[in-house]
């Protein structure tokens, strides 16, 4: 650049007109002397085929750690390097918002803990990152276990009936009964019922997921709104959920109002342990339609990711019975017909070893998204303020650079005595829960609930795909889908346990109570 300077100074010396003076001026500022992000040159027709993050894998391959993807007058950059995935999400965090992503998810979540950014973000995570506490995660896995629980149930009938089951939409049903319960004291019983509220949930999350990979956002002509059925059937839905929150909101103040407990760092109602309870004894000051954005918020956020994981490890599971023989192994070593306790977290090292490889190979969601504030220099190349930016966890996560048989499953490649694989220590090339400022809330969380369902039916039932099932393919919302279900033929492994009766309340779970 100083080259360039000296260059120009000595033109104007010798009088060179002023136009080649500001054209050349120009273009050094404008970076003409730094390097052009690689342009990959993509068809549509193949980014909208299949799962999209497929079409962007073959890419990177071609084009590297950084490329411009160009539909029309729209970019994307698209990011699969580790040291730049750090830069945004991390290190220079502040100059990222969540771009397309808040405005897409606009119509459910509002100004929730996700799409929010700025000030509000940073308030709304103030308050509700203490209520994720260590005391009231050990106190889910009471909720997780009865939960699985209901579930083996239900497996206990299909085995002994010998029918077939479809395994991923039973772990949405089961990831659904836990969130409500644990963020806001509901009990969908989507296991048992299909009930209008578990409909209308699910109505909102369908649509979400289409308007995420929507190419026209028709939901924006404004007399569209008023003339589909499709969205008038999600209003309906949203204004459902929205009045069942008010009233688990006016129930949960009602609660805190006649309680006598002091509330600290560690508060947590027994009967009522949910994270609304802890936000409202707090006395966290927020409108209700901020509240409410925060709920619906966790409700999304924590309930398909954990569904899809459960899911994406039984189809992984299935193809590798060396590494069920040794999961089962030490459940049955570790657990017995026991409820886990959180003291078995810490023991059931290979169960959570399958979980971490889960989350490299089908990591959830597979992209995460940003739109850059200011401009910024990303590796080499220096970027303008406005750029939407996907980072390709999918691509990070399989890259034949960063691992070995990266697209073989191998809980192995975690040491069982290391620490628990994440962002930090592994250098943000392999990101489960994000990183920096913006990482999930929930992670310890979904971990706990993940392994406390694996483990739980691992110990009960044999699992494999079903002889003539579907094949096994992959689709996307927000999360990875599979195309048509996972049907899964379920034996019992060993005699059915006396299950004990499940008459108590959710939160009451004595965990040395042994299920044979
Ligand atoms: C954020 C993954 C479960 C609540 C995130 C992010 C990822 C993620 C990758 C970062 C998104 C980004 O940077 O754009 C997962 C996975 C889960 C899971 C894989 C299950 C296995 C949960 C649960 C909850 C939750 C159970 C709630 C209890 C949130 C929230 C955020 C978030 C509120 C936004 C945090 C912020 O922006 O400050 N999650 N999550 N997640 N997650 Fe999770």
Redesign the pocket.
């Known amino acids: 650049k100083s080259v360039l300077l000296s260059i120009m100074e000595g033109l104007a010396k010798v009088g060179a007109p002023n136009e080649v003076l500001e054209f050349l001026s120009g273009w050094v500022e404008g970076g003409g002397l730094q390097p052009k992000i690689p342009e990959a040159k993509g068809s549509i027709k193949a980014i909208r085929s299949v799962a999209f993050f497929i079409p962007l894998y073959e890419l990177y391959l071609t084009y590297g750690g950084i490329f411009r993807l160009t539909f029309g007058p729209k970019s994307f950059l698209i990011v699969s390097d580790p040291s730049i995935a750090k830069h945004i999400?991390r290190d220079n965090s502040k100059s990222y918002s969540?771009g397309i992503?808040a405005e897409i998810l606009d119509f459910v979540m509002g100004k929730?803990?996700?799409p929010?950014d700025g000030e509000i973000?940073r308030v709304r995570?103030r308050a509700?990152v203490p209520a994720?506490h260590q005391k009231y995660v050990a106190a889910m896995i009471g909720l997780f276990g009865q939960a699985s629980d209901r579930l083996c149930q239900k497996l206990d009938a299909a085995a002994s009936d010998g029918e077939d089951v479809e395994m991923e939409s039973l772990f949405s049903r089961l990831t659904l009964d836990i969130?409500g319960k644990?963020?806001f004291n509901y009990d969908f019983d989507s296991l048992s019922n299909d009930t209008g509220i578990v409909e209308a949930v699910y109505t909102v999350l369908r649509e979400a997921e289409d308007r995420s990979v929507a190419p026209i956002p028709v939901w924006e002509i404004p007399i569209w709104k008023d003339i589909s059925p499709r969205l008038r059937k999600v209003n309906a839905a949203l204004k459902f959920i929205n009045d069942t929150l008010d009233d688990l909101i006016a129930i949960c103040k009602k609660m805190v109002d006649e309680e006598e407990l002091q509330f600290h760092e560690e508060y947590m109602n027994e009967k009522d342990p949910s994270?609304l309870h802890f936000l409202l004894a707090s006395g966290d000051d927020v409108s209700s339609k901020q509240l409410r954005d925060?709920l619906m918020?966790?409700l999304i956020?924590?309930?398909e990711?954990?569904a899809?994981?459960l899911t994406w490890t039984f189809y992984l599971l299935s193809k590798e019975p060396r590494v069920v023989s040794k999961l089962q192994e030490e459940v049955d070593s570790v657990l017995g017909d026991r409820y886990p306790t959180i003291e078995d977290m810490k023991k059931l090292k290979y169960t959570t070893r399958v979980i971490n490889e889960s989350?490299r190979l089908y990591?959830?969601?597979p992209v995460?998204?940003?739109r850059s504030l200011e401009d910024d220099v990303l590796g080499e190349y220096p970027i303008k303020r406005g750029e939407d930016i996907f980072i390709s966890?999918w691509n990070l996560h399989r890259s034949p650079k960063l691992w070995d048989d990266a697209d073989k499953f191998k809980p192995e490649r975690w040491a069982l005595d290391g620490p628990s694989p994440n962002e930090t220590n592994q250098n943000f090339k392999y990101?489960?829960?994000?990183?920096?400022?913006?990482?999930?809330?929930?992670?310890l969380?979904?971990?706990y609930?993940?392994v406390v369902a694996l483990a739980m039916l691992m110990r009960r039932f044999n699992f494999q795909i079903a002889v003539g099932a579907p094949p096994v393919e992959m689709t996307t919302g927000a999360t990875i889908h599979t195309t048509q279900g996972l049907k899964m033929t379920v034996t019992h492994r060993i005699k059915p346990p006396i299950v004990p009766s499940l008459q108590m309340s959710t939160m009451e779970v004595d965990p040395s109570i042994s299920l044979s």
Do not use: N, Y
Not at 432 to 442: A, D, E, N, S
């Open positions: 999400l969540k992503l929730g803990l996700i929010a973000w995570r509700i994720l969130i644990a963020v994270i925060d918020t966790m956020a924590g309930h990711t954990s899809a994981v989350l990591p959830q969601p995460l998204i940003r966890v990101l489960p829960f994000g990183g920096g400022p913006r990482k999930c809330v929930g992670d969380f979904a971990s609930e993940t």
